[in-house]
Structures are given as C-alpha cells and as structure tokens.
C-alpha cells in the first residue's frame, strides 16, 4: 500500500487497494466486533461528555481499546495543547502502548483519502491534521504523536514518513508500506517471525503495462513476506501475540502489479484491527478474524 497524495492525484483506498496515481493518498477500509466497545455503539453514541478531564491527570486503562469510547476526548477535537498534555500522560507507557493509544482515540475521525501532503509543491495539504484521516495517516499520526520525545508534530511526521536526510518533498515521501517498513526508523517488518509466511518478489512503483502506481521516478525491487490469510485467521489462537501490532492487508493480484499492500492499520491483542475504512467512512474497530478473510495475505510490524 502507499501513502497517497492529495486533490489532484489518485488512485485507490482504504476499503479498496490503496493505490496511488500520479501521488495521492488512497487508503483502504477498516471495523471491529460486538461487545461493550463495540465500533458502531461507539459511532453512533452522542453523549460527548468527557468520561474525564482531558487536562487532569488520569490512570491509562490497561485495555486501551476502552480509550475508542467517544466519552474520552477525541483527538480531532484536542488542542495543541491538550495534545501535548495527553503526550505527558502517555509518556510512561511503552511505545507499542503509547501508539495505540493515540489509534484508538482517533475510532470515530472522518475518512479522506489523500489528507495529508507538504503544504506545497505537487500536494498541498497539511503535513499533519487530526479532523480527517485515511489507513496510512493513522499509523504515521499515531506514531509521530507516540514519540513525545520529538516536541515539533511535523517533525514526527518527517521522521515517519520520509526518506532520512532528504528534504520533505513529495518524491522523498516513503509512498509503500513495505519500503516505509524498511526505511522509516520508526517502523520493523517482523512478519517472517511466524512460522508459514511466504515470499513475494515484486517490483515496486513498476506496472505490468510499464506504467507507474505514483508519478516519480522511484522504482524498487523488494521480496514482500506475508502471511497467507488462511494461516493468519487462526493463528494467535496457537501463537502468542504482542499486545500491540501493526498491519498491512495484501491480494496477490496486486504483488503481481508492482503494489505491496491494499490497506493497513494496528492490530491490538491479536483480535481487533484499528483502521480507518473508506466503505464506513471513517476510524473504526474490525475483528481482525473477520477482516483478513478479504485479503491473500498479511504483513506484520513492529512500532519502534
């Protein structure tokens, strides 16, 4: 999958392959299963009023899931600095927990394909925000905000998104998920560490009609490991799981067509996948049993 572009580009999302066209942003689709935190209680729920103080000192609950009822401050209506207090508050955590715990105050954002660019050149959008997002934005906003020790937003999102020691630029920006896995510091393809994954050679950025997914002159060849999604649907019922994942969704079709990844999000103990979905038109919990029956197979990562 690839992080996409703005307005004028695009190419597919959340729901859909996250395909890019001439640099836009698409991502794919995301949900969650029954239960007291059930996604659509928590979509359709209009009490706001805060379950506490988002400027008081509180406890983090030790299932962070809870932090996706809308009783807790939504990110998209934090101030800067409410963001920062809540970076405080986390800031004891692990950074796997710190990361999820940002995805899971984001349940409820409105979906956009394409919502975050350079403020300039070939994409002018925001190179952050919080009142929209899409299945890449959420991994890069919920990592950049994880790392309280980098005190400038956009500077997180530098971290996480673009080539090191390049200038921010569209052409610089890391558009694959996997070729983000490998580059960004911030992220670690772990998927060959369970046991049945298999291996893809694909030639990034490389259509099969010659053609290119984004509009720079970028190409790479990558072996992509994935899990078959047979082997996944099952596989945390036999295999621990770490408490906190992230995940990419792929179609073979597509590794053939020089596209790594069709969608991404956070796993969260093995069960529930943090995405923001394209079909429901925003950030929502999925049973990931559920969700990886649409797909081939899965990747799976580390935050760092």
């Given at each position: 999958?690839?992080?996409?572009?703005?307005?004028?580009?695009?190419?597919?999302?959340?729901?859909?392959?996250?395909?890019?066209?001439?640099?836009?942003?698409?991502?794919?689709?995301?949900?969650?299963?029954?239960?007291?935190?059930?996604?659509?209680?928590?979509?359709?729920?209009?009490?706001?009023?805060?379950?506490?103080?988002?400027?008081?000192?509180?406890?983090?609950?030790?299932?962070?899931?809870?932090?996706?009822?809308?009783?807790?401050?939504?990110?998209?209506?934090?101030?800067?600095?409410?963001?920062?207090?809540?970076?405080?508050f986390l800031a004891k955590e692990p950074l796997p927990r710190r990361v999820?715990?940002?995805?899971?105050?984001?349940?409820?954002?409105?979906?956009?394909?394409?919502?975050?660019?350079?403020?300039?050149?070939?994409?002018?959008?925001?190179?952050?925000?919080?009142?929209?997002?899409?299945?890449?934005?959420?991994?890069?906003?919920?990592?950049?905000?994880?790392?309280?020790?980098?005190?400038?937003?956009?500077?997180?999102?530098?971290?996480?998104?673009?080539?090191?020691?390049?200038?921010?630029?569209?052409?610089?920006?890391?558009?694959?998920?996997?070729?983000?896995?490998?580059?960004?510091?911030?992220?670690?393809?772990?998927?060959?560490?369970?046991?049945?994954?298999?291996?893809?050679?694909?030639?990034?950025?490389?259509?099969?009609?010659?053609?290119?997914?984004?509009?720079?002159?970028?190409?790479?060849?990558?072996?992509?490991?994935?899990?078959?999604?047979?082997?996944?649907?099952?596989?945390?019922?036999d295999t621990d799981c770490p408490e906190v994942l992230g995940v990419g969704?792929?179609?073979?079709?597509?590794?053939?067509?020089?596209?790594?990844?069709?969608?991404?999000?956070?796993?969260?103990?093995?069960?529930?996948?943090?995405?923001?979905?394209?079909?429901?038109?925003r950030v929502i919990l999925e049973p990931f049993s559920k969700m990886v029956?649409?797909?081939?197979?899965?990747?799976?990562?580390?935050?760092?």
């Amino acid at each position: 999958m690839r992080w996409f572009v703005g307005k004028n580009l695009s190419v597919s999302a959340c729901l859909l392959p996250v395909f890019i066209l001439g640099g836009l942003f698409l991502p794919a689709a995301c949900g969650r299963n029954a239960g007291e935190w059930n996604s659509e209680r928590i979509a359709q729920d209009t009490d706001h009023r805060p379950l506490l103080p988002s400027r008081s000192p509180f406890s983090i609950p030790g299932d962070l899931s809870r932090l996706a009822d809308t009783r807790y401050p939504r990110l998209s209506e934090m101030s800067e600095e409410e963001r920062k207090e809540w970076r405080m508050f986390l800031a004891k955590e692990p950074l796997p927990r710190r990361v999820a715990a940002w995805a899971f105050l984001q349940v409820g954002t409105p979906y956009q394909g394409g919502a975050l660019g350079e403020g300039t050149g070939l994409d002018t959008d925001p190179m952050i925000r919080f009142d929209v997002t899409d299945c890449t934005i959420l991994n890069l906003v919920s990592v950049s905000l994880a790392h309280s020790e980098v005190s400038s937003e956009t500077e997180a999102i530098r971290i996480a998104g673009y080539r090191p020691g390049e200038t921010v630029a569209f052409e610089n920006r890391l558009h694959f998920t996997t070729d983000r896995l490998d580059v960004s510091p911030w992220f670690k393809d772990v998927t060959g560490r369970f046991r049945g994954a298999r291996r893809h050679r694909v030639h990034l950025n490389r259509r099969r009609d010659g053609g290119r997914w984004i509009g720079i002159d970028w190409n790479r060849w990558r072996d992509v490991t994935y899990l078959p999604a047979e082997e996944a649907v099952s596989l945390f019922q036999d295999t621990d799981c770490p408490e906190v994942l992230g995940v990419g969704f792929t179609k073979r079709k597509i590794l053939d067509d020089g596209l790594d990844m069709l969608h991404e999000g956070l796993l969260y103990r093995g069960e529930t996948v943090v995405h923001a979905s394209s079909r429901r038109g925003r950030v929502i919990l999925e049973p990931f049993s559920k969700m990886v029956r649409r797909y081939d197979g899965v990747v799976f990562f580390e935050y760092r």
